[in-house]
């Protein structure tokens, strides 16, 4: 196999036999077709998309480049949520702990920074001491004793999902709902779950803003992960403004903490609810969404989804007093409250904007090997279609440096429209939902 000629079939539209595409990714993984024809190769993907084929034997080389682990002895109720990114989703913080304390078992593998996004792992990583580099045999053990545990890809597990996700990040080519298909399932069917719950964002910072592309994304997923024996459902869900207040590692990770102690924003509880419903449903925990609704909301507000997260955090080596003391997670030396230069109507919030300044702050990462901040991003108050008056506080910047708290002054005062008219409407929180029986996919056994 010559790299670049399977670049250039890609490049014109080509479809690859499987022999092609296996000899390019395990050459890859074997360290001899280098970052850059990997790269150039993922760019024409992005153009150019894969067949349902191409995408079957890149799941599948993605998948068996590490462990698939069996964890059937753990609980007969193993069930992941995975979202497809978007700023200030800290949902996984949330459902890990509040489904697992209500009879789900959850073996998260999740991700990092991607693009403008953020990521779980960066998150938990703010808590000290946190350690998301578990092995496999910790993981387990974590499983067992808390029933939830949350880790990233390693040299163990989803391997090459791991390489090729950090190559993903740094060179534009994350939107491609194959390769976003393949690096998601690669890693949940690597789990060993036998049921999954998938947030597929929409709006503009989303990776598909388009809700037609969005929802072509969902049913191939949930087409390949329940053809693979995994029942799974697909939630479309807004991704036109930030999800809650908080962007930033540190402040997303307190943010959650209120949420899991039934004070949280309304938006990010109202979603927590839903994905943790259709979470006990699909993996058979319980019969119905709305009795299953009202167990997590019961479930948060009395703290019980607050002590499993203490137990979470204690179990991975994180400081549990974090849970009851916020202040100690890191905190900007610069903060700065940004008000409202003219009075009227909130018509939009540019998420993606935010996202990318949250980056430019020292939250996410602009090369490989950059550290990631975890004190800086922005509290976000207004809200889209609220009013608001002329000095009014639309959010706080906090920042490392005061040069880098004059930017984030400028780049939240440009994020945030206000008109005197309101803007398009913003989109329902709660957009569609995509299950196996909605595309007819054809049978396959629940893999218990
Ligand atoms: N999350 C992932 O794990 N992979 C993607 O490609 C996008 C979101």
């Known amino acids: 196999m010559i790299p670049q000629r399977v670049i250039e079939a890609k490049r014109d539209g080509q479809t690859l036999s499987p022999q092609q595409l296996t000899e390019l990714l395990t050459g890859y993984a074997r360290g001899e077709v280098p970052e850059h024809q990997m790269a150039a190769f993922l760019m024409a993907v992005v153009f150019r998309g894969l067949e349902d084929e191409e995408l079957a034997t890149l799941l ?62 960066d998150k938990l990583e703010s808590i000290p001491g946190f350690r998301t580099g578990l092995d496999l045999g910790e993981f387990e053990r974590v499983l067992g004793r808390v029933g939830c545990a949350m ?47 998938l947030d597929v964002k ?52 307190a943010e959650a903490v209120r949420a899991l102690s039934g004070e949280g924003p309304e938006d990010l509880v109202q979603l927590c609810v839903e994905l943790g419903a259709e979470m006990l449903v699909t993996g058979g925990v319980e019969a119905g969404l709305d009795t299953a609704r009202s167990r997590c909301r019961a479930a948060l507000a009395s703290g019980r989804a607050r002590e499993r997260f203490a137990a979470l955090v204690e179990a991975q080596g994180g400081d549990r007093r974090v849970v009851d003391d916020p202040a100690l997670l890191a905190r900007a030396p610069e903060r700065a409250v940004v008000h409202a230069a003219s009075s009227g109507v909130v018509r939009s919030i540019d998420a993606r904007a935010l996202g990318w300044a949250t980056v430019e702050l020292g939250g996410g990462r602009r090369h490989a090997d950059d550290a990631i901040d975890a004190a800086v991003g922005f509290e976000i108050q207004a809200r889209p279609g609220g009013s608001v008056s002329v000095g009014e506080a639309l959010g706080i910047v906090h920042a490392r440096t005061p040069a880098d708290l004059e930017r984030g002054i400028a780049r939240l005062q440009a994020a945030i429209d206000i008109g005197e008219d309101g803007g398009p409407p913003p989109l329902p929180l709660l957009l569609e939902r995509i299950d196996a029986q909605a595309i007819r996919v054809r049978g396959a056994p629940p893999a218990h």
């Open 60 to 121: 599948t080389v993605m998948l068996e480049s590490g462990a698939v682990l069996d964890l059937s002895h753990l609980s007969p109720h193993r069930v992941d949520k995975h979202s497809t990114g978007g700023v200030g989703d800290k949902t996984s913080l949330v459902l890990a702990p509040l489904v697992a304390c209500l009879g789900g078992m959850v073996p998260m593998m999740s991700g990092r920074s991607l693009g403008h996004t953020g990521g779980t792992l």
């Open 202 to 253: 929409v709006g503009q910072a989303a990776f598909l803003p388009d809700l037609e592309d969005a929802r072509a994304l969902a049913r191939t997923m949930v087409r390949v992960a329940s053809e693979r024996g995994v029942p799974t459902v697909a939630r479309l869900t807004a991704m036109d403004r930030p999800l809650g207040h908080a962007v930033g590692n540190a402040l997303e990770v």
């Open 151 to 197: 880790i990233g890809a390693s040299e163990r597990i989803a391997p090459l999902d791991r390489r090729l996700y950090a190559l993903r990040d740094l060179t534009g080519t994350v939107p491609s709902p194959a390769l976003m298909t393949a690096s998601i399932l690669s890693k949940k069917l690597a789990e060993g779950i036998n049921a999954l719950v």
